[in-house]
């Protein structure tokens, strides 16, 4: 019986191994481009409603200030200009989601498909958070629409 022996030399690895690396260094290269892009068009839905509804909105680094203000704005503009973020995020989902389904390995759907609700679990843990301090009878004051600003 006879046993094969590899000619590559000690630590280099298979192609099938040095394809599956630039694979994931694609994905990661599409996620550090398109996290900030899905976190500025959510900010932007958020910016655009309100400035569209006749509201002083600043647009920041990674949120909105201003705009219609619960308790001061009709619920009605709230509602809307705190929903429009994330539409925008639903809808870029569900735009990589339908692309994905018309080719199986678009790298840039995937991640899109990832990052794009990445902001319901900033809102997710914040509302963890307003639980407990309203539970332990604190406050943490009031936020932009949909998350706090750090």
Avoid at 59 to 86: N, Y
Wanted: with cysteine; hydrophobic share 50%; net charge positive.
């Amino acid at each position: 019986m006879t046993t094969k022996h590899s000619t590559r030399p000690s630590g280099v690895s298979s192609p099938n191994v040095s394809g599956r690396k630039a694979s994931y260094l694609r994905l990661a290269a599409w996620a550090a481009f398109l996290s900030p892009c899905a976190v500025l068009l959510h900010e932007v839905g958020h910016w655009v409603v309100g400035y569209a509804l006749g509201y002083d909105v600043l647009l920041d680094v990674g949120s909105v200030s201003g705009g219609a203000q619960l308790g001061v704005a009709p619920g009605s503009h709230v509602a809307l200009q705190a929903g429009a973020g994330p539409f925008i995020s639903v809808v870029l989902t569900l735009f990589a989601l339908t692309y994905i389904r018309r080719d199986s390995s678009p790298h840039w759907a995937i991640v899109l498909a990832a990052v794009a609700p990445v902001r319901f679990l900033v809102v997710a843990s914040s509302l963890i958070v307003d639980l407990v301090v309203a539970v332990l009878g604190g406050t943490r004051g009031a936020p932009n629409f949909d998350e706090y600003n750090i």
